[in-house]
């Protein structure tokens, strides 16, 4: 890993979050490794699209872009 990535990874700190279960899920949603939006690299398919806005399907994507998704981000963000 790079010196920049290093440093930033450091940074994310999750003190208020004291189960460790939870911290790994956050840091995995901050570097965007999902098995929704990753799997297509270990099963060598193609990469998923969003079937909406037919963009590649990424965490940011689903988490603050996509316009079908903005009751859920209201729901439950």
Same mark, same amino acid.
């Given at each position: 890993?790079? &010196?920049i990535?290093?440093s930033? =990874?450091r940074d994310?700190? #999750?003190?208020?979050?004291?189960d460790?279960?939870? @911290?790994?899920?956050l840091?995995? *949603?901050r570097?965007?490794?999902?098995? *929704?939006? @990753?799997r #297509? +690299?270990?099963?060598?398919?193609? @990469? !998923?699209?969003?079937?909406?806005? *037919?963009? !590649?399907l990424t965490v940011r994507? =689903? =988490?603050? &872009?996509? !316009?079908s +998704?903005?009751?859920?981000r209201?729901?439950?963000l």
């Open positions: 890993m790079g &010196e990535a290093t930033v =990874l994310w700190t #999750y003190t208020h979050i004291h460790w279960r939870t @911290q790994i899920v840091a995995w *949603l570097i965007s490794h999902t098995y *929704l939006t @990753q #297509y +690299l270990l099963t060598r398919d193609s @990469q !998923p699209y969003c079937d909406d806005c *037919l963009v !590649p994507h =689903l =988490l603050v &872009e996509c !316009p +998704l903005i009751d859920l209201h729901c439950y």
